[in-house]
């Protein structure tokens, strides 16, 4: 299979994109968090063939996007009143909301599971080639299951060339991680994953809101009913591991575990002169958490390129946006964080 490459900005190559996906073909599409792989949301076969190309696991659902509220409301058994408050302030936009599922949709996309999580990209190129498409559209990251998301064509066409019918090149995506999931489902919200959206901000609408920790959840029953919470995500080819501690006290280790294996330290620009000599990969600064979120995905896919055998990186504290890091680089690193008995 040839993939097509189009192009965002012209109009007819949205609309023969869009016809691509209403006939049960694959189109990578650009949105604002990163590129989603967009099939028909209502069409199982498309569904199936998304999890085949991706190799993603089969009790991992799919977000649903469309182009505008009125969409969802077919797509859902109920509306609860808190959703049009959170529709307003963040639709179109990178908030995933979970709502019990109605009988139109399969439950291949929803991976056998009761509720569906919906989202109304920002991106105009995503929200026009659904339009185009004339169906919502399941889309998850359009990458190989497990590796770094992407957030340019060039990203996609790297995992998936081949693979599937076209790819929607709109660039570099603006925020560069995926979406927070909320689960409006129960009677109590949780905030199943972060992303574009603080947790703080989301109180400041749900007062009481829950947020659901992985670390506390040991069965199978405990997991939520949310994409990207089962599996490793993100990881780059290279053994990963983070370390917790201040920045000396990470970098300290870091280099002294660089005098037996070649080690590379994935860090903030102004951190970076703690790792003199050493190989570093940079995403953002400390201060920059929405310029560090845009930049961490393709800093991991560098990292594939370096002659290193041992990746590290120290996991960010507390501050805006620093639980999303903190989500992205531990699912990266499945877990593995080392903390320095010292730091405590």
Request: hydrophobic share 40%.
């Amino acid at each position: 299979m040839k993939t097509i490459l189009f192009d965002a900005e012209r109009a007819s190559t949205l609309k023969m994109a869009g016809k691509i996906l209403n006939a049960g073909g694959l189109v990578a599409m650009p949105t604002e968090t990163v590129y989603g792989l967009a099939a028909n949301a209502l069409d199982d076969r498309a569904i199936e063939r998304v999890f085949r190309v991706k190799g993603r696991p089969q009790d991992n659902p799919l977000i649903v996007h469309v182009g505008k509220f009125d969409e969802i409301v077919p797509l859902v058994k109920k509306i609860p009143d808190i959703t049009h408050k959170l529709i307003e302030q963040y639709w179109p936009g990178p908030l995933t909301l979970i709502f019990k599922k109605s009988d139109l949709l399969g439950m291949r996309v929803t991976a056998g599971l009761g509720t569906v999580a919906i989202r109304c990209p920002a991106h105009p190129a995503a929200r026009r080639l659904i339009e185009n498409a004339g169906c919502p559209v399941a889309a998850p990251s359009a990458n190989l299951s497990g590796r770094p998301s992407p957030t340019t064509a060039q990203h996609v066409l790297n995992d998936l060339d081949g693979r599937i019918e076209a790819v929607v090149d709109g660039g570099s995506c603006e925020i560069g991680v995926e979406s927070s999931i909320l689960d409006i489902s129960r009677e109590t919200p949780v905030l199943l994953r972060p992303g574009g959206i603080s947790e703080d901000d989301l109180r400041l609408f749900i007062p009481g809101l829950s947020v659901y920790e992985q670390r506390s959840a040991s069965k199978d029953e405990d997991m939520p009913a949310s994409p990207g919470i089962r599996h490793r995500h993100y990881a780059p080819r290279v053994p990963f591991a983070l370390v917790e501690a201040t920045p000396e006290k990470a970098a300290s280790f870091i280099r002294q575990k660089a005098k037996f294996t070649p080690v590379g330290a994935l860090c903030f620009r102004d951190e970076s002169v703690l790792y003199d000599g050493m190989i570093t990969i940079e995403y953002g600064k400390s201060n920059e958490p929405e310029v560090s979120c845009r930049e961490l995905f393709e800093a991991l896919r560098t990292v594939d390129k370096l002659p290193i055998k041992q990746l590290y990186a120290r996991l960010p504290e507390g501050g805006k946006l620093a639980a999303t890091l903190r989500d992205r680089l531990s699912r990266a690193a499945a877990g593995h964080i080392l903390s320095l008995e010292d730091n405590r």
